[in-house]
């Protein structure tokens, strides 16, 4: 395997606009889709060098021990806590809880990181999900595998590893890909149609598990903002660029360095560590937020972490009123990936969905999500109560959906479809 070298920060040149995910290495354009599984390695070890950081070996060396079992929903769901170990004599170790139907067959499975809780999810989506719908729904502690704090570069996995620069987004991603090794072993499972989810920096998490791990057939991020489906050069609220408060680069590492790369953090404005309320009092008492530090030297946006999942399904789950999470900006990078999927005659698989409201992963985005799967994975029509936006190019087949006679759905059809050329680039597909 080609091993790249990049600049450093400080050498870095400035791209104007939203960076061509098609120029190669040597500066050549990739014009055939034969030459994407290369330039997918190129952007890959791009995405390590300066985001996410580089990883150890992958090695499925996965056990998945059941440690416990009931019945649930009149019987109609199995739960299942698991004990999945893996590495060197099993040293590293987490929980994840699976519910799965209670009947023959195999089925589509979704994996799910979760926060440290004082209790389990407590069965949330499950009736949709598995008993409505037939998927499984498996769930894992993302801080069972390293803390979110600062105690991070303490976990086992990141002392064991000192050579390796990966920050907690990747570590964290491990748990999607080590759920995955025990699933695709398991007779309920369907090892071809896994999905990848999360909410804010869990949809980041989500979305680094699909592009390093192609068993996922969908990846479905939600509400992850910077360093998710947002854009890291181009912020705003639904209603447009630089409007409303946005998390972005110098934010983020300001206050949780230890997510990404460490020279990730030399791309984005210094902030205070910590800051208590993330609304709009706060960004009047700092004008300054959102401004634009040195994002325009990294080589790459988000669009091009998007563009890596291609050709498998992806789908953007957001809040109209989720200014933190960047929804101009996610509507950049989607129209921008989307060019890649095209290329890569994906037609259809980039899908972004927005709903009422802010900052969470509700029944909304679920339903969402299982109908864009029933889509990919059973040829099913995608329901009634969503609407499909005119794409901008005739031959675009890429959707937005959004609840019907909703607020969102007038707004979209008087405000969101923009032309390319107000998203900042000029590139095309070859």
């Known amino acids: 395997m080609t091993q790249y070298v990049f600049p450093d920060s400080g050498t870095a040149e400035p791209i104007d ?32 060098h300066y985001f996410y950081g580089t990883q150890p070996e992958y090695i499925n060396d996965t056990v998945g021990t059941v440690t416990e079992q009931n019945l649930l929903f009149d019987d109609q769901v199995i739960e299942e806590q698991v004990l ?16 799965r139907p209670n009947m023959p067959g195999s089925f589509p499975a979704i994996t799910y990181n979760l926060p440290t809780l004082p209790y389990w999810m407590s069965h949330r989506f499950v009736r949709e999900t ?24 303490n976990s086992p996995l990141c002392k064991d590893n000192p050579e390796c620069t990966w920050g907690a987004l990747a570590l964290w991603s491990w748990g999607h ?8 072993e398991q007779d309920y499972c369907n090892p071809d149609q896994m999905v990848a989810t999360g909410q804010s920096r869990g949809g980041k998490t989500a979305l680094c598990a699909g ?35 946005v998390e972005n680069i110098g934010l983020m590492m300001a206050h949780v360095p230890y997510w990404c790369a460490p020279l990730f953090t030399e791309f984005g404005q210094k902030y205070p560590p910590l800051f208590l309320d993330r609304d709009y009092k706060y960004a009047l008492r700092h004008p300054e937020i959102p401004l634009l530090h040195r994002e ?5 946006d988000l669009h091009t972490a998007k563009a890596l999942i291609a050709p498998r399904g992806l ?116």
């Open 315 to 430: 789908i953007d789950l957001e809040g109209l009123s989720d200014d933190w999470a960047n929804p101009y900006g996610t509507q950049v990078t989607w129209r921008a990936a989307d060019e890649v999927f095209q290329f890569l005659g994906a037609y259809g698989k980039n899908a972004l969905h927005f709903r009422t409201g802010g900052h969470n992963y509700n029944t909304y985005d679920l339903k969402a999500l299982l109908d864009y799967c029933d889509a990919l994975f059973f040829g099913k029509p995608f329901s009634a109560e969503l609407i499909r936006i005119p794409p901008p190019k005739e031959q675009q087949v890429s959707y937005c959906a959004y609840p019907a006679n909703s607020p969102e759905a007038a707004f979209v059809r008087d405000h969101m479809e923009i032309s390319y050329q107000k998203f900042h680039f000029d590139w095309s597909k070859p």
């Open 130 to 153: 598995v008993v409505e719908r037939h998927y499984i729904q498996a769930e894992f502690n993302r801080e069972e595998l390293a803390s979110d704090n600062h105690n991070f570069f």
């Open 84 to 99: 999945i170990s893996f590495g060197p004599n099993q040293c590293y170790s987490f929980h994840a809880r699976i519910y």
């Open 211 to 245: 592009i390093y791990d192609e068993r996922f057939a969908v990846t479905a991020p939600s509400g992850s903002g910077c360093g998710g489906a947002g854009c890291l050069r181009y912020f705003g609220s639904r209603l447009g660029q630089n409007t409303g408060f």
């Open 177 to 184: 890909r080590r759920l995955a090794d025990y699933l695709q």
């Open 296 to 300: 325009m030297h990294l080589p790459f």
């Open 17 to 48: 606009q939203l960076p061509d995910p098609f120029i190669r290495a040597d500066g050549s354009r990739v014009t055939d889709p034969a030459e994407w599984p290369e330039q997918r390695e190129y952007l890959k070890q791009m995405l390590a």
